[in-house]
Structure formats: structure tokens, C-alpha cells
């Protein structure tokens, strides 16, 4: 079959590779479509030192072979058995496992979904992982709420695409940040309320001004104290990413007199995942797709998710 590796040194090739061998409870999926996420980027970096070579990729849809169902792939290995977090065996397909930057991927029985009736091949690829970790980020640690205000750092990411458009179906206000009008003015057409940016305004004032958030989700990182400001008493902030720096300093009074959470999360169960696509059914939003780009250009689609000149998710088309 034909597959993109990782080789050392990060190098990309696309090459024939051997057929698919699945493991007792394991299906194999013919893919149509794979998408890229930022952890594709750490993958090929070396970020994450899993054996080489690798076939990267967490996103994929296609047609289980054995039943010929159109199904969607749940990125989660081994979640476990608690709901609250993830058991020690957890796994992120696409490293250490191969992943969906191939024309065949196989994945235990338990992973695979039925595809979203009203979604295309390229918009169910884009759902998995960016659209569980906004799912649960949102519902399942934030306790979003109708008529709640919740804020959104860093428009134009796949995850923060998908959390505007679930917190807006929810009766959510939603305010976002970037530093570009251009993607504050798609979040505004996906039903976000109002923007900043944030290279040019002081994001934390603006959000004041505009009666302050009940939940926050924060991919940066280091913006922590700041997103942490923003909130009313008794908000919660939700943090899953380190895109801006690993290291961030907190005032700790004001932490808990206004009764504030701060709330890690990462991916999402089994449970999550059907919650999203449950959403999905009910909504007549559709997953953002940037670009739909063929398995052999996977290289230069990392380079514009690396350079950030996108607007929702790349999308890669395997067969």
C-alpha cells in the first residue's frame, strides 16, 4: 500500500509499504480521507521519540473492509476505564502506532464509528481529534452552560474552529482571539459574538469590557495568568496545549478567592467521541476545511499548518 513515513531526521517520503497484518479484534479501513493535526508536527520533529519509520496521522475516514461500512475513526488507544482521565496504556494513533497517512489503517473493532450521514469524507476526517478535544474541553471539564460567555484563544486552529461552532449550537456566547482580522472575521461567520486581537489590544482589558468569560480554553499555555484574569468569579479555565511555551507563573490569591478552576484536559473517551458526534447529528454546522491537498503533498501540507497560514483543518485524500 501506499503510505507517508517518517524517517530520521524527520525526513517524509511517500513509499510503498507492506500490507496491513490486523490483530485478533482489529479492523482494517480502506481510507478515503486523513487530516493533519499539530501533533503531526510533533511526531516529525522528534518531539515524541517513537521508533522510526512511522506512519503519522490521528484523522481518518474510510470504509471498513471486512463489512464495507463508511465509518469514522476514534483516534483514542486504550483509554481505560475511568471517564476522568486516561489509563496508563493510552495511545494517540499516528505514533507509536501507525496512523492515517495511508491508503489502509488498522485499528481495534472498538474504534470505528459510523460516519456522519450529513458530513463529506473530507469534513468526517476533520472531525476526530480537533472535535473531541473541543467536545470535552467544553462539555465534559468546562460545564458549559446556555447564556454562558466562554472565550476562545487563537481563531483559526482546528480545535478552536470546532469550539466555537459546538459552544455557539449549545446557546453559548462566544469571544475569540487571534492576531489576525481575517480569521476573527471566519470565527465571527461561525458564530462567534466578537474578537480581539491580541498583537495589537490588550486582549485581557477587551475581554473585561465585554463583561469577562465563564470558561476559557486555552491552547497556549503560557498565557495562563492572563486567561486566568478574564474570567468572572467562579470560571473555569480549561488548558490542553502548549503552543506558546511549557511555563507559566499564577497568582495564587486571587485563584481561590474568586473561586476559580483550572482544569487540564487531553483528546477525549469513547463516550466524549459519540457525545461529538451526537452534536454533530443535531447541528447543521460542518467541520472548516482549509484545503483538501493529495497523500503525496502531506509534506508541504505540514509546512502551512507549521507557518500557520490556515483557517480550519488540512485534509489529506488517500483514495
Known sequence: MQAIRVHEGGELRHETVPGLQPAPGEVVVELRTAALNRRDLLVCRGTYPFPLPLVPGSDGAGVRRDTGEEVVIYPALHWGDREEVMGPDFQILGGPRDGTYAELVAVPAANVFPRPSRLSWDEAAALPLAGLTAYRALFSRGGLRAGETVLVLGAGSGVSTFAVQLATQAGARVLVTSSS????????????????????????????????????IDSVGSTWPQSLDCLRPGGRLVVFGATGGTEATLAVRPLYSGQLSLLGTMMGSAADFAGLLGAVERGSWRPVIDSVRPLAEAASALETMEAGAHFGKLVLSCG
Open 181 to 216: 482580522a481575517e480569521k476573527i472575521a471566519h470565527a465571527l461567520e461561525l458564530g462567534a459574538e466578537s474578537g480581539v486581537d491580541y498583537s495589537t489590544e490588550d486582549w485581557v482589558a477587551w475581554v473585561k469590557e465585554h463583561g469577562g468569560a465563564d470558561l476559557v
